[in-house]
């Protein structure tokens, strides 16, 4: 039997880690050098990651149906091409602001004080907001096409598994960015970060135009290798006819579905957690002494992801466990091993307790509540294609993409805005023994604690055990 399946899930983990690089770069270059040159605040980096996400969430609406029309293989193209424009645009936003204020140099701009800066300010927030966007549309169509070639190259009992192989890329990215997009930003400018880092997503798009077919139709696959891939096909072609798979379901019948909506509660309520770790960790560092412009501070980015990126890989074999080991059917095994991921995050309300002993508790911490994220994420991912035909998956991928987006933007500005405020009322704020900013980061990790729990309880409610969609 070949294994063509597993090159095509690392095209998908290399895309994945990409795309987290791209998303990344903002985060690791606005407190220590964007924010000195445009006199952004908490509440303006709140707002640029806040409607990201919301942009994120409306493209992800229609991304996932785009890719199911379009087919896997020019929708991914689409995709990525798109994103990775967006990132390297990034790069001309202080240019426009100069231009446009009439300024000659960013010595000027970082001189500015008063209402001048104030204007600075809001017109390079704007210029990032139409960049993010530009990137948001394209990020939007990753998962989806992701999702759809694990669906295509994999049977359900292994999508798990592969599905968290390929969502290491999310943990990959993050590990990696803290250890180049400063050291690019340090080297020449933090305008290259971008358009480095942007431009990996066109090498990528040559190797996907050579490398990708449908198995069927790939010359890579052999037949025993088809059959292994197709088996779950066989064994259900006496309770659905062949022809079923093929049909979609059309947009709006997809929110008729409990399992459409149980996809909705479980990526609305957690994906928000990791975006937060991801665009505040950084800050976090440097609200505690150690920006990414310091060699501690990079070092306790790269740990933290490095604890996701290791222990996240889990998330696809215990579920594999329950089904080869234990007997159980996959949805089943997928739930119950994202009930047991989901007490992981309940590390985060120790993360700013113990950030007076150490600034590593904190890293270690979110670095455990992430592996826990992306472990539960990957399964999660894994029951749209327990439930629903192959020619959907995609779509209801983007609908969940799209909740996870809105649930991002309420924790992102809410976070910005609250840690503006937390920071101007100092002492007159409190929460749970803190003061100032570090009661609004406790509010947080309070938030981002309990929210899988929750996730799971609406989700097991709302599917309490498998039930497969058949389109008649």
Not at 96 to 118: C, F, K, N, P, R
Not at 214 to 225: G, I, M, R, T
Not at 243 to 254: D, G, V
């Amino acid at each position: 039997m070949t294994n063509w399946r597993w090159w095509m899930c690392l095209l998908l983990f290399v895309a994945t880690t990409i795309n987290y690089m791209d998303r990344q770069v903002l985060s690791l270059t606005w407190k220590d050098f964007i924010a000195p040159e445009f006199h952004w605040t908490d509440s303006d980096y709140g707002t640029i990651t806040g409607f990201f996400s919301i942009f994120y969430a409306i493209a992800c609406l229609f991304a996932g149906k785009f890719v199911d029309w379009m087919g896997t293989k020019k929708g991914f193209l689409w995709a990525i091409g798109v994103w990775s424009l967006g990132a390297c645009m990034h790069a001309g936003c202080g240019w426009v602001t100069m231009t446009v204020q009439g300024y000659e140099s960013i010595a000027e701009l970082t001189a500015l004080t008063g209402d001048a800066a104030m204007a600075a300010a809001g017109l390079s927030v704007w210029l990032f907001l139409v960049c993010r966007a530009i990137l948001a549309l394209g990020e939007a169509g990753n998962f989806p096409a992701a999702i759809k070639v694990t669906a295509e190259y994999f049977p359900k009992k292994d999508r798990a598994l592969a599905t968290s192989l390929f969502n290491a890329g999310a943990s990959v990215g993050a590990l990696a960015a803290p250890l180049t997009v400063p050291l690019l930003a340090q080297a020449w400018g933090w305008e290259m970060a971008f358009i480095i880092i942007g431009v990996l997503g066109f090498v990528w798009m040559f190797f996907w135009v050579f490398m990708y077919e449908k198995p069927e139709k790939s010359k890579h696959v052999n037949e025993a290798e088809l059959e292994y891939i197709l088996q779950d096909d066989k064994n259900e072609e006496k309770e659905v006819k062949p022809a079923t798979e093929e049909k979609t379901i059309p947009f709006l019948q997809c929110f008729g579905y409990k399992q459409t909506w149980s996809f909705i509660a479980g990526k609305f309520f957690t994906d928000g957690v990791w975006w937060f770790y991801l665009f505040w960790a950084p800050a976090y560092f440097s609200e505690c002494g150690y920006g990414m412009d310091t060699t501690l501070g990079k070092m306790l980015v790269f740990v933290l992801y490095l604890i996701v990126t290791v222990l996240s890989i889990g998330g696809g074999w215990l579920p594999k466990f329950f089904v080869e080991e234990k007997g159980m059917e996959p949805y089943a095994g997928r739930m119950r091993a994202m009930l047991i991921f989901a007490f992981f995050p309940l590390f985060a309300l120790f993360a700013q307790p113990l950030q007076n002993a150490s600034v590593w508790f904190p890293a270690l911490i979110i670095g455990i509540a992430g592996a826990g994220h992306q472990a539960w994420s990957a399964n999660m991912f894994s029951t749209v294609g327990d439930m629903f035909p192959k020619s959907t998956i995609a779509t209801i991928t983007g609908i969940g993409a799209m909740a996870g987006g809105c649930g991002s933007f309420l924790i992102n500005k809410g976070a910005g805005v609250l840690f503006t405020y937390a920071e101007t009322q100092g002492s007159a704020f409190t929460f749970a023994g803190f003061e100032g900013k570090p009661a609004g980061y406790m509010i947080i990790f309070c938030i981002c604690a309990v929210a899988y729990l929750v996730a799971w309880s609406i989700m097991k409610t709302l599917v309490p055990k498998h039930k497969p969609i058949v389109v008649k």
